[in-house]
């Protein structure tokens, strides 16, 4: 059947809307591109120019809207890179992209009436800019801004920006959104316009995408009439070339069969190893914590003797995943490519600042098995793209409606936890074998590496590093099935390999357990260390209190091991005292044993306080412990403690914050308030930390 005028007018609108889905999944952080060393990128400008000065690049490249962003983790680059392309191929803007570290700002009073600039900035930690925004956000929230053509800020010398704001934040911290919040105070204070109203994305809610989506319109429409812009139609262009070579063989040794780096492809991976060159590490030993067999808890130990890695007690160590061959079965089947698996492709950017995410040459097998992330909650507007790819009319009217329609689309697809190829399965059996690779590529994101605590002290094994881990295997309200986690999953089928279980594949999810060209042979896993800032204080003798519910009991593990051995050498150790919390002592209470160990090394230094939620008749929490003994507290807050809180972002450490005010406020006898304001004068001096997820 024909489609009619309006349904043509809706699809067209959407898919000019969505063709702006330039670079990766919505959801999800997008770190620095390990691979991105072949490629220039969108803010290649600044890189290989010369010039800081914004006005300049833009009058040398033909430019009108420059996107600076703000980024840590690479979600706000991402938002800015979707808007750099919306607004060029809907409204023949001619955009950039810059990184707001990469420029001055004292010329902003310069910057041309006909132009417009986008800030995309996301608030980080408590409030703060993001490392690449620490400038940008000094300058124009300092006492004096100065700018080059010498007006004061009450001239107004920003009078003839345009500019245009989306913030990035987390309602579950106090400073919500705070950078966008001041810069667009600052700017409209310094005579700026601001077009369409400030956005705010809301990562705490899980709303980040349809805060932007949501945003995003209305921006559009008044940019349209400050610029005078015409909304133009576009059909979907491609921003990679995939080739099948069928010349070569997936054998070849210049072809990636999943391997992280060029060096790993050739076998000759070394050192250093990083965050963009992962140390291919043995995994020692491995085994379950829960005793319980519906739940698991992982316990690792992972190799790093001969790596030149090191880490200190508290960091982090990210595990580089590989997705579940059913997973990548099903997503190959979905879109069509199937039979054609392992073909050998070439991924080249078509337009010359576009970066290819992914290794090329590789193969469509590999490309999904390792270096896409197939399995994540899926973005309205990218299903939208696919409608035009759709199989047939009906499944194309189905995603126009999902596309349109954020309440049916919810219930639809976000409710049920569907990854994209569950989601298009539920919407029809047939292939979208039209759909280009290339889009696919452009709308999902890199497989990220995992970051865990670990859960071991360097002191006692500085070669081998402990993970505690629990799989990830929920079903979620309202979804019709079970959601496997990528790594953790993964991570429980290698030790099922190791321990020589039968089956060795958790719920028939099929690894390629010995990795691309069987390198991972032998339980290997590719990982890189983070340094956090995480620390016991350097002197044992001074207390510390710990409160880890659950998995956040990791890094406590790593402390109390370290306080236990130096106990044992004699040394004098302060009082150590951990909340840990979990359901009952008999089924989740992890390192139960290890904990009388260390007691016995340590003896009355050494205090458990344990919450079990789901043994007495009322639900018993860490923070309620932690009121419980507010007396104890308060006195070793006094002999000047650490305090310490680990897991759960959303919930826990928050409560945990509120009580640890109520409890300085009623046992100091004083307002609230001030209590609070303690607890931030903590965070702030580095008395409190948190190393929440
Ligand atoms: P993922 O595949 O990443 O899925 C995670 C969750 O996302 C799922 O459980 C589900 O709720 C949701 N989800 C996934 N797919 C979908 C979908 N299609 N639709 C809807 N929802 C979906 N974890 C530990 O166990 N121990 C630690 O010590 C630890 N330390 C950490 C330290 C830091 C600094 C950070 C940032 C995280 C830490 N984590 C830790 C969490 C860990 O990094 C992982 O996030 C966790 O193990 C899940 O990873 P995964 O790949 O198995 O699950």
Known sequence: AQLDTLDLVVLVTLLVGSVAYFTKGSYWAVPKDPYASSASTLNGAAKSGKTRDIVEKMDETSKNCVIFYGSQTGTAEDYASRLAKEGSQRFGLKTMVADIEDYDYENLDKFPDDKVAFFVLATYGEGEPTDNAVEFYQFFTGEDVAFEGGASADDKPLSSLKYVTFGLGNNTYEHYNAMVRQVDTALTKLGAQRIGTAGEGDDGAGTMEEDFLAWKEPMWAALSDAMNLQEREAVYEAVFSVDEDDEKSPEEESVYLGEPTASHREGRAKGPFTAHNPYIAPIVESSELFTVKDRNCLHMEISIAGSNLSYQTGDHIAIWPTNAGTEVDRFLQVFGIEEKRHSVINVKGIDVTAKVPIPTPTTYDAAVRYYMEVCAPVSRQFVSTLAAFAPDEESKTEIVRLGN???????????????????????????????????????????????????????????????????????????????????????????????????????????????????????????????????????????????????????????????AALAAKGEKVGTTLLFFGCRKSNEDFIYKDEFKTFQDQMGDSLKIITAFSREGSEKVYVQHRLKENAELVSELLKQKANFYVCGDAANMAREVNLVLGHIIAQQRGLPAEKGEEMVKHMRSSGSYQEDVW
């Open 405 to 563: 329609d954020k309440d049916y689309f919810h219930e639809k697809i976000t409710n049920q936890c569907f990854t994209i190829a569950q989601a298009l399965q539920s919407i029809t059996s047939k292939p979208f074998a039209a759909v280009p690779f290339s889009l696919l590529i452009e709308g999902l994101n890199k497989l990220q590496p995992r970051y865990y605590s670990i859960s071991s002290s360097s002191l006692v094994q500085k070669d081998k590093i402990s993970i505690t881990a629990v799989v990830e295997s929920v079903r979620l309200p309202g979804a019709s099935h079970i959601v496997k986690g990528v790594t953790t999953n993964y991570l429980l089928a290698l030790k099922q390999k190791q321990n020589g279980d039968p089956s060795p594949d958790p719920h028939g999810l099929t690894y390629s357990i010995n990795g691309p060209r069987n390198k991972y042979d032998g339980i290997h896993v590719p990982v890189h260390v983070r340094h956090s800032n995480f620390k016991l204080p350097s002197d044992p003798s001074k207390p510390i209190i710990m409160v880890g519910p659950g998995t956040g009991v990791a890094p406590f593990r790593g402390f109390i091991q370290e306080r």
